[in-house]
């Protein structure tokens, strides 16, 4: 895990946010709930570790990012359980052909890539998003959703954020934020921070 985010997004100092209470008791805010900050919710939730997963869309993209999954990331799954519901759902792709000007220049043989998974997964971002939400639900975590990060305040130890929701405005303390939303959302016209960086 990276080291807690120890710097502030510019914001707008008059701002009104309301205080909220880490009830929870969420020690990490994670943003952005693509693939990537769904699969850091689950592995913290089923560790232990409670989060404050937070996504700016009001629901998840009907449209697809990323369509494959690597064969180390199946490995990763099976450690969940979940590797049967990708193996289902996906279709294996076992070698890789490379053309140029329409001449064929090479074949790559996933099987030599040295997972036990020699092959790569096609399967819709949709559905490796809907497997994982339904992982994370299952260990008491939830995407909070229409939800966008606005600024971090660094506290003692800890880190205190300012979010967005549906117009209104509140801030929660963590000890530790990263921020793994995609291009996509980060770049939003309507977004008025930056991506911050986390090392």
């Not at 701002?15 to 969420?26: D, E, F, I």
């Not at 969940?80 to 759902?89: E, H, N, T």
């Not at 996906?90 to 070698?95: E, F």
């Not at 997964?121 to 939400?133: A, F, H, K, Y």
Request: proline share 5%.
């Amino acid at each position: 895990m990276t080291h807690p985010l120890r710097h502030s997004s510019s914001h707008d100092s008059s701002s009104t946010a309301t205080r909220v209470k880490n009830g929870n008791g969420a020690a990490v805010l994670v943003v952005g709930a693509g693939p990537t900050g769904l699969l850091l919710a689950c592995e913290l939730h089923r560790r232990g570790i409670s989060c404050h997963l937070i996504d700016a869309h009001a629901a998840p993209l009907d449209w697809d990012r990323a369509t494959i999954v690597k064969p180390r990331s199946l490995q990763i799954f099976e450690s969940m359980g979940l590797a049967g519901k990708f193996l289902d759902a996906g279709c294996r792709q076992r070698a890789i052909k490379i053309h140029a000007d329409g001449n064929p220049l090479g074949t790559f043989d996933l099987a030599t890539c040295g997972s036990i998974y020699g092959f790569n997964l096609g399967i819709s971002e949709e559905v490796t998003e809907s497997i994982l939400t339904g992982y994370l639900h299952q260990h008491g975590g939830q995407v909070n959703r229409s939800s966008r990060l606005v600024g971090l305040t660094p506290q003692h130890e800890a880190v205190l954020a300012e979010i967005e929701r549906n117009g209104s405005r509140y801030t929660m303390e963590f000890q530790w934020a990263e921020r793994v939303e995609s291009c996509w959302q980060a770049m939003r016209p309507t977004s008025a921070h930056p991506p911050m960086d986390t090392a």
